[in-house]
């Protein structure tokens, strides 16, 4: 099971772009990166998934390396409301037999 | 109304007690989980269901035990409750594959 490293804090400013990159080091070839959000005592929210390259979506994009052994959450434009947890899962898009793991996650602090 | 159903959301009891928390679903998902989040902390798999006669151990599934009564429904138990499971149990349902899942609202448990 590929196993993620994120920072545990980030700091940032309304208005800014923010970069959190994950660590995947022994992601597998059937591997996707997902990414979740949780703001305080709610259940975490999907926020984007992909495999290779570049994904975007209406909330944020990822980008991914050639050798996927590393990911970028990029959330553009970042507001007072993006404070939350963000979290990085690698899994297996077969129908193995286990489930996602969740880390510890990323902090966000966005100030005004 | 809400696809992910937690009951109860807020939950005070002693040492000693047998607990039920319950985790209804209208997504029509076959597969279910309950992880706990203590303060601070990523998300921690108690249980996961990947159909009604599916049942596979997380990571942290001692002290608790699970029914999945039918597709919909899945229950963690506390068999005897202790002080240190006091935290957050969120439930989560997904469908087949590495699927997004999705989270209910959570239950605040605390064992005194």
């Known amino acids: 099971l590929a196993k993620t490293t994120q920072p545990i804090s980030m700091d940032s400013y309304e208005g800014q772009e923010v970069n959190i990159t994950c660590s995947h080091n022994n992601i597998a070839t059937n591997d996707y990166i997902t990414w979740y959000q949780q703001f305080p005592s709610q259940g975490p929210r999907f926020i984007i998934q992909?495999?290779?390259t570049k994904v975007t979506n209406e909330v944020a994009s990822l980008f991914i390396p050639a050798d996927r052994k590393s990911s970028t959450l990029s959330l553009p434009r970042v507001s007072l409301s993006d404070t939350a947890v963000y979290y990085c899962?690698?899994?297996?898009?077969?129908?193995?037999?286990?489930?996602?793991?969740f880390g510890s996650g990323t902090r966000l602090q966005v100030q005004p | 109304d809400a696809d992910v159903t937690q009951t109860p959301r807020n939950r005070i009891t002693k040492t000693g007690k047998r607990i039920m928390l319950e985790c209804s679903q209208t997504?029509?998902?076959?597969?279910m989980y309950w992880y706990r989040q203590d303060p601070g902390l990523g998300l921690r798999l108690i249980y996961y269901?990947?159909?009604?006669?599916?049942?596979n151990k997380g990571e942290i599934s001692d002290g608790y035990s699970v029914s999945r009564q039918a597709q919909a429904k899945f229950s963690l138990s506390l068999e005897s409750a202790i002080p240190n499971q006091t935290a957050l149990y969120f439930c989560?349902?997904?469908?087949?594959?590495?699927?997004?899942?999705?989270f209910g609202p959570g239950t605040r448990l605390t064992v005194l």
């Open positions: 992909g495999y290779k």
């Open positions: 989560a349902t997904s469908d087949s594959g590495f699927d997004t899942q999705y």
């Open positions: 899962l690698v899994g297996d898009m077969d129908t193995g037999r286990r489930a996602l793991t």
């Open positions: 269901s990947f159909d009604v006669k599916d049942i």
């Open positions: 997504k029509g998902h076959d597969r």
